[in-house]
């Protein structure tokens, strides 16, 4: 089972959306796919003359803003993406984590102020996906989620994407990006451990907002899954990008690689 996760940056680009579904199909099985928004949104906000508020990073949800951002990542961003996927022949299924209350959240508290309705997953309703990718369906998830006694919460889309894969134990996280990976000297990483991926962190090579999605991806490794990459359109349906695995995954990757390695100059001695 494999989980993907694709940007507000991305999904604002047609090309990039009708691509997708190209990829989406070459993967040969369904997929959750949850996507972000926040760039449309931003803009929206500029329109309607609604002052985007911080706190320390994190984007404020205020009534108003939560009313925008509903309209925009459950309506507009969601029923795009639901859209061009039919089109590229794949069966698709629009939703958000209001839906059936499948992915139920909290209010996320902040010690240096009020988020508003920003909200944290507290749990998922598993059995709503995993009937959906049964049947060859691919959920397109909006991180809109449900709150106690019927409130509503606007939830970090790289967040969710992670709750999910912990929860449905997935074999994969993907999160799509518009670079081919975690990179170095302009070229990408094609494996990381997790101790070599907080190197990188203290070295400011991963830097930016490469960090939050691999934090996420180290989180997602040491809840139970078994990897997660960083990756493009190409490298989707390519299998390349940038892997991440548990310490000793990785190593008895690296092991059989060089085992490999050395079988394969015997053999031609």
Same mark, same amino acid.
């Given at each position: 089972m494999?989980?993907l996760k694709?940007?507000?940056?991305?999904?604002?680009?047609?090309e990039f959306v009708g691509r997708?579904g190209?990829?989406?199909? &070459?993967?040969?099985?369904?997929?959750?796919?949850v996507h972000?928004? @926040?760039?449309e949104i931003?803009q929206l906000?500029e329109?309607?003359?609604?002052e985007?508020q911080?706190?320390?990073?994190?984007?404020?949800?205020?009534e108003?803003?939560?009313?925008?951002?509903?309209? %925009?990542?459950?309506g507009?961003?969601?029923?795009?993406?639901v859209?061009?996927?039919?089109?590229?022949?794949?069966? %698709?299924f629009?939703?958000?984590?209001?839906d059936r209350a499948c992915?139920?959240?909290k209010?996320?508290?902040?010690?240096? @102020?009020d988020?508003?309705?920003?909200?944290?997953v507290t749990?998922?309703?598993?059995g709503?996906?995993t009937?959906?990718?049964e049947?060859?369906?691919?959920p397109?998830?909006?991180?809109?989620?449900?709150?106690p @006694? @019927?409130?509503i919460?606007?939830?970090?889309?790289d967040?969710?994407?992670l709750a999910?894969a912990?929860a449905?134990?997935?074999d994969?996280l993907?999160?799509?990006?518009?670079v081919?990976? %975690?990179?170095?000297d302009e070229?990408?990483?094609?494996?990381? &451990?997790p101790?070599?991926?907080?190197?990188?962190?203290?070295?400011?090579?991963?830097?930016?907002?490469m960090?939050?999605?691999v934090?996420?991806a180290?989180e997602a490794?040491?809840?139970?899954?078994?990897?997660?990459?960083?990756t493009?359109?190409?490298?989707?349906?390519?299998?390349?990008?940038?892997?991440i695995t548990?310490?000793?995954l990785?190593?008895?990757?690296?092991v059989?690689?060089?085992s490999?390695a050395?079988?394969?100059?015997?053999a031609?001695?």
């Amino acid at each position: 089972m494999r989980i993907l996760k694709v940007g507000g940056n991305e999904i604002d680009s047609p090309e990039f959306v009708g691509r997708l579904g190209q990829g989406l199909a &070459s993967l040969g099985e369904p997929v959750v796919l949850v996507h972000g928004g @926040g760039k449309e949104i931003k803009q929206l906000q500029e329109r309607l003359g609604l002052e985007a508020q911080y706190i320390d990073g994190l984007r404020v949800t205020d009534e108003d803003s939560l009313a925008l951002v509903q309209m %925009v990542l459950a309506g507009r961003i969601n029923k795009r993406l639901v859209a061009t996927l039919s089109n590229a022949g794949l069966d %698709v299924f629009g939703m958000s984590g209001i839906d059936r209350a499948c992915i139920q959240a909290k209010k996320l508290e902040h010690p240096n @102020g009020d988020l508003g309705y920003v909200g944290q997953v507290t749990y998922v309703k598993t059995g709503v996906f995993t009937r959906l990718l049964e049947d060859n369906i691919f959920p397109i998830l909006s991180p809109i989620c449900y709150g106690p @006694g @019927g409130s509503i919460f606007n939830v970090n889309a790289d967040h969710v994407a992670l709750a999910l894969a912990v929860a449905l134990a997935a074999d994969e996280l993907v999160f799509l990006t518009n670079v081919p990976g %975690v990179l170095k000297d302009e070229v990408f990483i094609p494996k990381l &451990s997790p101790a070599e991926a907080e190197t990188l962190i203290g070295q400011g090579i991963i830097a930016g907002g490469m960090i939050p999605k691999v934090r996420s991806a180290l989180e997602a490794v040491a809840g139970g899954v078994n990897s997660v990459r960083i990756t493009d359109l190409d490298g989707l349906s390519q299998g390349t990008g940038t892997t991440i695995t548990n310490d000793e995954l990785f190593i008895e990757a690296e092991v059989e690689a060089e085992s490999k390695a050395k079988a394969k100059a015997e053999a031609k001695r």
